[in-house]
């Protein structure tokens, strides 16, 4: 996922990565954590890596709470 922030691959790459980890076990926090993480490498970058993930929760129906 990281990697897809850096290059912002924020699409169906992004998604899958997201839907990967979530499967595997990381809770939803894990993965804000993550764009938070690479907000140190560019903020807008994070930035615009929150905003897909939103997205993707949004239009998968995840539970985000």
Do not use: K
Not at 36 to 49: E, K, L, M, P, W
């Amino acid at each position: 996922m990281s990697i897809d922030i850096h290059y912002q691959t924020l699409g169906d790459s992004f998604r899958i990565h997201t839907q990967r980890a979530l499967g595997g076990g990381a809770t939803v926090n894990d993965v804000r954590d993550i764009p938070r993480f690479n907000a140190q490498f560019g903020a807008t970058r994070a930035c615009q890596a929150w905003n897909a993930f939103h997205a993707h929760a949004a239009e998968a129906g995840w539970d985000i709470g």
